[in-house]
C-alpha cells in the first residue's frame, strides 16, 4: 500500500541530510513538502527575522511574500502572531472581518482564503513561522491541524539540526585555523629562540613589536618570519628577523 502524501513528506523530511544543504536550502525543503504534506494547501512560506526585519525568504508561490507584506507594514498578521507569541493562528476565511484585516484584505485579493501559521519552536523558542494558505474558506479541520502540527514540529528539528550543523562546522573551521595559526606562531618564536639565543617570552616579544609595528596580525608575522627563513635556506637572502 502506498503511503499516504503526508506519511511520504514527512518521511521526506525526516530523512533530510543537512549537511548537504544550506539554511536557504532547507527552508525551501520545508515549504514544498508543506504543500505536498497538507491536502488543502495550495502555498507555503517561511517568516523570519531577516538582519532585523520580518520577511518571507521563502515561499512556493510569488503571492506570499506580497501577502506577507500587508502584516509585515503594520506588525500585526497570523504569521507575526506565531513568531512573536509561539502559537498557531489560524484565520478561517480572508473573506469574513475580524482581527489582521489588512492582512485579510491582502491575502483574499490574491484568492488565499484561509491560512494556518505555525511556529518553528526550538528550545521553546520560534525561530521562524510556517505559513499554510489555501485558496478556499474553512480549508483546515481537526485532521488537517493535527498532520500539519506534526509536519510543523519535524521542521523545526530539521531546522535546528541546519543550525547546529552549520555553527559546528563553522566552529570547526574556525578552531581549525586557530590551531594552525597557534602552531605558526609557536614555530616562529623556536627560530628566535635558537637564532637569537633569547627566551620564549622574549621571543614572543619581538613579534609582538613586529605585529605593532607593521600593523599586521601576529600570525601573518610568523608566516612571514617561517617563508623568509625557508627562503634563505633556498639561496635567497632576505632579512628574516623581525627586528624588534
Known sequence: M?????????????????????????????????????EPVDMAGVTMVVEGARRT?????ASAPEIDEAQYATGEGPCVEALESGLVTEITST????????????????GVLSTLSFPLLVDKHAVGALNLYARREHAFGDAERNDA???ASQAAIVLAN???YWDARDL???????????????QAKGMLMAAEGIDEDAAFAVLVRASQRQNAKLNVVARHLMDTAVARRRGHRPDARPKG
Not at 570547526?172 to 609557536?186: H, P, Q, T
Open 2 to 38: 502506498a503511503d499516504s502524501p503526508f506519511t511520504a513528506s514527512l518521511a521526506a523530511l525526516s530523512r533530510f541530510f543537512v549537511g548537504d544543504a544550506t539554511l536557504q536550502d532547507t527552508l525551501d525543503r520545508v515549504a514544498g513538502l508543506a504543500v505536498e504534506a497538507i
Open 57 to 61: 525568504p521563502v515561499f512556493t508561490h
Open 95 to 110: 473573506l469574513a472581518p475580524g482581527r489582521f484585516q489588512d492582512f485579510r484584505a491582502a491575502a483574499a485579493a490574491h
Open 149 to 151: 502540527a506534526v509536519f
Open 162 to 164: 541546519t543550525h547546529a
Open 172 to 186: 570547526s573551521v574556525g578552531l581549525a585555523e586557530a590551531m594552525k595559526n597557534r602552531a605558526v606562531i609557536e
